[in-house]
T-cell receptor, first 111, second 110 residues
Framework: EAGVTQSPTHLIKTRGQQVTLRCSPI?????VYWYQQALGLGLQFLLW???????NRGNFPPRFSGRQFPNYSSELNVNALELEDSALYLC??????????FGPGTRLTVT | EDQVTQSPEALRLQEGESSSLNCSYT??????LFWYRQDPGKGPEFLFT???AGEEKEKERLKATLTKKESFLHITAPKPEDSATYLC???????????FGTGTSLTVIP
């Protein structure tokens, strides 16, 4: 069974630019979660999507947004990038009653 | 407020020196507690799910236990390859929300 996939693996952006990160959940999983993990720090909850709807968001500014598509894949958009947005962005998926399973992450570097 | 606390933040062990990591939680309506292993720069890898007090799960040198207020991850005779950050998470309430602790960074010295 294929796991959660994320793309791209890593990217470098300049401050002020915009970026889109993509996530494909495990087949059958309807929920997608996005987390930010700055170097050496814990997971910070960003967004939770289920059945195409945003169910909850963490304490992040509105320039962090996303969506979930009918096939349950998801994308995370970050506008007006700031240096402190440099982090590993992790996507996880689950279905009711299952734990979240994580993808390999996207390493974003903002210069 | 729902909260998950892990201790210690960091732990250094000699190879073969057994120890335990702690995950304490204050949530309403616990539905599950999960342990993960995370290697640097990678996504967390799922290890165990525990659902009720008294439950235990084992995998190789790892054993996870659950009480009404906390969970322990026991590491028996660890090896250097067990070095990683161990995360715990809980699912609580009626939704599908998960709450993560900040992790314990384990280093096993040969």
């Amino acid at each position: 069974e294929a796991g959660v996939t994320q793309s791209p693996t890593h990217l470098i952006k300049t401050r002020g630019q915009q970026v889109t990160l993509r996530c494909s959940p495990i087949s059958g999983h309807t929920s997608v979660y996005w987390y930010q993990q700055a170097l050496g720090l814990g997971l910070q909850f960003l967004l939770w999507y289920d059945e195409g709807e945003e169910r909850n968001r963490g304490n992040f500014p509105p320039r962090f947004s996303g969506r979930q598509f009918p096939n349950y894949s998801s994308e995370l958009n970050v506008n007006a990038l700031e240096l402190e947005d440099s982090a590993l962005y992790l996507c996880a998926s689950s279905f009711p009653g299952s734990p979240p399973y994580f993808g390999p992450g996207t390493r974003l570097t903002v210069t | 407020e729902d909260q998950v606390t892990q201790s210690p933040e960091a732990l250094r062990l000699q190879e073969g020196e057994s120890s335990s990591l702690n995950c304490s939680y204050t949530v309403s309506g616990l539905r599950g507690l999960f342990w993960y292993r995370q290697d640097p720069g990678k996504g967390p890898e799922f290890l165990f799910t525990l659902y009720s007090a008294g439950e235990e799960k084992e995998k190789e040198r790892l054993k996870a236990t659950l009480t009404k207020k906390e969970s322990f991850l026991h590491i028996t005779a660890p090896k250097p390859e067990d070095s990683a950050t161990y995360l715990c998470a809980v699912q609580a309430g009626t939704g599908n929300q998960f709450y993560f602790g900040t992790g314990t960074s384990l280093t096993v010295i040969p």
